[in-house]
């Protein structure tokens, strides 16, 4: 839902500032600042630095709307995004974090601008665009404020303090949202309680000396193990809440095997019954083979009765003979 939210904000913002200028200074002013410090806040979250750049962004689009409405509406943006931009993990990603910003702050106002005078459905439709723009930065990645602080805490310590807040570095940047909706809202909070007082606890630890500083590397060693195994608790729990989806699956699975068996049952009933006729009809060929052998057979057998015939005809030509003598 907080995407929504920021992008819906930051559209509403946009095309909001543009009418607060025909207001009274005072009113004007504080619809300014304010619509300024919820951008920042809900961009880059949280915290004294957001809320002053977000109060600058806002005073800076009161001094260029009149002149420049299109750069007004980039520097707005940016410096909505601007203490998130300082919380880059590396000066590559400040600086895309940055330009970023600009560029879809530019884009949101000339959106606007254009559609300025257009009737009320359009302009939503013009703002929700806007605000989709002025949101597409924070698809750059960047730490958040605790993370960040932990980060600037371990470049500043020696070992073993070092490696030991990177460790937690590391833990609280493979948390995401996924592992953290599995937990209670209670349980979160208490979980975040926890990365506050580590922070607090690495800053002591960054002053402290001889055996307060051994007593505290042994608290951030404790602090880090608890969270770590319970986020490795969570994302296991998350994983398998993620397995109860696969019902569908295996339901659609035994179908397939269902289908494969009835399939298998039809090449089997197919097969033997080509097999038994491939059987009855064998008879019937042997059948009439020896027909054709009965009637080859029977000239033979005439044959006989021919010379049969033919000798009683030998015997009697002497007859006349015999008469004669």
């Given at each position: 839902m907080r995407p929504i939210a920021t992008v819906v904000i930051l559209g509403l913002a946009l095309a909001a500032l543009p009418s607060i200028g025909s207001l009274d200074a005072l009113s004007g002013g504080?619809?300014?600042l304010g619509l300024g410090v919820l951008a920042a806040v809900v961009t880059s979250g949280r915290g004294a630095l957001s809320v002053a750049l977000?109060?600058?962004?806002?005073l800076a689009y009161t001094y260029l709307a009149r002149s420049a409405p299109e750069l007004a509406a980039a520097v707005f943006v940016a410096s909505a995004h601007g203490a998130r931009s300082l919380r880059g993990r590396n000066t590559a990603l400040r600086g895309a974090q940055?330009?970023?910003s600009l560029a879809a702050g530019l884009g949101a106002g000339l959106v606007l601008s254009r559609y300025a005078s257009a009737d009320t459905g359009v302009l939503a439709a013009a703002a929700l665009v806007a605000g989709l723009l002025a949101a597409a930065p924070l698809a750059i990645p960047s730490d958040d404020p605790v993370t960040f602080a932990l980060a600037g805490l371990a470049s500043e310590s020696d070992e073993p303090t070092?490696?030991?807040l990177l460790r937690?570095?590391?833990v609280r940047r493979r948390v995401d949202a996924a592992t953290i909706e599995v937990l209670p809202q209670k349980v979160t909070e208490q979980l975040e309680a926890a990365w506050v007082a580590l922070v607090e606890t690495a800053r002591a630890?960054?002053?402290a000396r001889t055996s307060a500083a051994l007593l505290l590397d042994k608290r951030i060693a404790r602090f880090i193990e608890v969270l770590e195994r319970i986020y490795t608790a969570a994302e296991e729990r998350a994983a398998r809440a993620a397995g109860l989806d696969e019902k569908a699956l295996l339901a659609a699975?035994?179908?397939g095997d269902r289908l494969e068996a009835e399939v298998s049952a039809l090449i089997d009933v197919s097969t033997s019954v080509r097999v038994e006729?491939?059987?009855t009809d064998a008879p019937v060929k042997s059948e009439a083979a020896p027909a054709k052998s009965e009637a080859a057979e029977k000239p033979q057998s005439d044959a006989p009765a021919k010379s049969e015939a033919s000798e009683p005809s030998a015997t009697a030509e002497p007859a006349p003979a015999a008469l004669a003598n």
């Open positions: 504080a619809l300014t977000g109060a600058l962004g806002a940055t330009l970023a070092r490696s030991l937690a570095v590391s630890r960054a002053t699975k035994m179908e006729s491939d059987f």
